[in-house]
């Protein structure tokens, strides 16, 4: 029935022991089981004056701390009656602090690592030669816009999206029309990218436009991962080649 408290005040009035019993059952839920406890060490200490007896809780329940406790015990209580449990309290609480500072340091270090690979990573270059061609369409890559990933595989921007588009939920593939809809209307004038030294300059001092922060969201939409070596496609191994609603088609073109 769940009466836990209930049954922990009835048993106070009759054994300890008894109590003890009662405040164990709450497997699953460790601050009723605590609560329990500290109402057990409570009674102990206001009703019956054993410190001592009180001190042993801390060995017969992990939940309780001397911190928990010491609030029960009278202002006249000396040091002595609970210098062991302090001792070993404060034990504990150095070999945690201890813990504490190695997943620090291994964070840490770990952070270093990154931060290294990152470092790395964006002066990593490679060389896409004339004759390389479209991983998916087969074409040659130079003929329009692409992505290269590390992995060496390479893409049409379009062929890409294609390709991408039936593994992105309904709400990203209406995002990528969105954003391919602003990046029409925000493409940079023909005009201004004449020169190779008037496209350096643009670089190098105007801010990220508005067409480049469009087309960086939709790069991180799309091109986040290698299409044919990412976990897109161990999420497609076990889908078929043709769907069902195209078998019946599929199967009338052999005939």
């Known amino acids: 029935m769940g009466l836990f408290e209930e049954a922990v005040d009835l048993a106070l009035k009759v054994d300890v022991e008894l109590a003890k019993q009662n405040a164990d059952k709450p497997e699953d839920d460790e601050e009723l ?6 109402r057990i060490a409570r009674h102990v200490v206001e009703e019956d004056k054993d410190i001592k007896k009180t001190m042993e809780f801390l060995h017969e329940c992990d939940l309780i701390k001397i911190e928990d406790i010491l609030p029960f015990f009278p202002d006249f209580v000396t040091i002595d009656h609970f210098k062991d449990a302090i001792c070993s309290s404060l034990s504990q609480y150095n070999k945690h602090i201890d813990a504490l500072k190695d997943e620090m340091d291994e ?20 060389f896409v030669k004339g004759h390389d061609k479209c991983s998916s369409c087969g074409f040659p890559i130079l003929t329009r816009a692409f992505y290269l990933f590390p992995c ?17 939920s309904v709400a990203k593939r209406q995002r990528i029309e969105d954003l391919k809809g602003k990046m029409t209307a925000a493409a940079p004038n023909e005009q201004d990218n004449k020169t190779l030294s008037s496209a350096i300059q643009k670089m190098l001092i105007a801010p990220l436009s508005k067409h480049e922060q469009v087309k960086a969201e939709l790069d991180e939409m799309i091109a986040d991962e290698c299409l044919y070596c990412g976990e897109r496609m161990i999420n ?6 043709i769907e069902a609603k195209e078998y019946e088609r599929e199967m009338q073109s052999w005939e």
């Open 33 to 38: 089981k605590k609560k329990l406890w500290l």
């Open 152 to 168: 060496k595989h390479m893409f049409h921007t379009d062929c890409l999206l294609s390709e991408v588009q039936p593994y992105l």
């Open 107 to 126: 964070a840490t270090d770990s952070a270093q690592e990154i931060r290294a690979e990152i470092q790395a990573f964006r002066n990593k270059y490679t």
């Open 236 to 241: 497609s191994v076990n889908k078929p080649f």
